[in-house]
């Protein structure tokens, strides 16, 4: 019985070397020391020895559990330990290794050259003013000396949703809706930027949506020489500064005298090259001093005031300041158009 026991113990502590996984030491403690394992069957046979064995035998009995519970414990220990181990093993984390660049996107080139004209005339204590893009004929044109049946309608072909409300074809209703705000009292400094739709067919030099950027002053004693010191800021700031400006006679509605600006041209500097087709000058915006019929519909007095207005595309200045050949990449999004641009 005794040689059983000590059998059994060998047994027991040798799988249990064995073992890897805590799992199976479970297994073998319940395989070994549980009420219907081999240990109890032998000790329920303790009957059919000799009474003065039994306590030997009770002894052994009891030093082979106390071996094989030592054992479990001790490789449990061990397994629990090492399962750690191989958890912490596995989980590691290379910290060294590189990180995924994360796309970095950038302004769009239309937005790029709008924020910066903003700025511009923000630190010359101008206002930014916005207007409805679906607008009243009576803004986009009437207020602005375009009566209905007037021939210069013409110069902007326009989209009407009724007989009274179109896409707008500019900027300039937003003139008309601030100065009426101001109810007769100056000064009016503002900039308004925004989407403006004309029924023209798209091609590189037009589409029909673009954006613009208008300005209007209005105040006491504005004179020409003051919209003119104001655009040589500008088209220094925007196109570098050894530009010159020169201003051409125009006709627009809503502005008498009106004028057309002209930089001097900044690849060639005035000789004559293919961006400036030869003249030396590019022309950028149309501007003019504010019409007297204008000021007063917008409730002011051409007797006490006077002002000056400006407009122009985003897209012409962008493709001059870019060097961009076609309006339509603008709109077409491809990213690598995109990702050339950075702001200023
Ligand atoms: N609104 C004019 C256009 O779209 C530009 C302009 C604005 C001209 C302000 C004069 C004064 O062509």
């Not at 060998?10 to 070397?17: D, M, Q, S, V, Y």
């Not at 004559?272 to 917008?298: F, Q, T």
Request: with cysteine; net charge negative.
């Amino acid at each position: 019985m005794k040689e059983r026991l000590l059998e059994l113990q060998k047994e027991a502590l040798e799988k249990l070397e064995q073992t890897k996984l805590m799992k199976d030491i479970q297994a073998i403690r319940v395989e070994y020391l549980g009420k219907k394992g081999p240990i109890t069957d032998v000790m329920k046979q303790m009957g059919k020895i000799p009474k003065e064995e039994r306590p030997i035998i009770g002894q052994v009995a009891n030093e082979v559990r106390n071996a094989i519970a030592q054992k479990v414990e001790e490789k449990w220990k061990e397994l629990e330990v090492l399962e750690v181990e191989m958890k912490l093993k596995a989980e590691t984390i290379d910290v060294t290794l590189p990180g995924r660049p994360v796309q970095q996107g950038n302004f769009h080139p239309l937005t790029a050259v709008v924020e910066e004209i903003e700025d511009l005339f923000i630190g010359m204590g101008y206002e930014v003013a916005e207007g409805p893009e679906v607008e009243q004929d009576h803004y986009n044109f009437e207020a602005l000396n375009l009566p209905k049946d007037h021939p210069a309608r013409d110069m902007q072909d326009s989209f009407y949703i009724t007989k009274e409300l179109l896409m707008r074809t500019h900027t300039s209703p937003v003139q008309a809706r601030t100065m009426e705000k101001h109810n007769g009292v100056g000064p009016v400094r503002i900039i308004c930027p925004g989407k403006v739709y004309r029924r023209d067919t798209d091609d590189a030099t037009h589409s029909h949506q673009f954006t613009q950027i208008e300005g209007l002053v209005v105040d006491k004693n504005i004179r020409m020489s003051d919209l003119k010191g104001t655009l040589d800021v500008f088209a220094k700031k925007m196109f570098g500064e050894d530009r010159e400006i020169r201003l051409r006679p125009s006709f627009f509605p809503f502005t008498e005298p009106s004028v057309e600006m002209d930089i001097s041209c900044f690849h060639c500097g005035g000789d004559g090259c293919h961006v400036c087709k030869g003249s030396g000058w590019i022309e950028v915006l149309g501007g003019g001093m504010v019409h007297p019929n204008v000021l007063k519909m917008a409730g002011f007095d051409p007797n006490e005031y006077s002002g000056f207005a400006f407009g122009m595309g985003q897209e012409r200045i962008a493709m001059l300041k870019y060097g961009i050949h076609d309006i339509r990449h603008f709109y077409t999004n491809d990213i690598r158009f995109l990702k050339q641009f950075k702001r200023a």
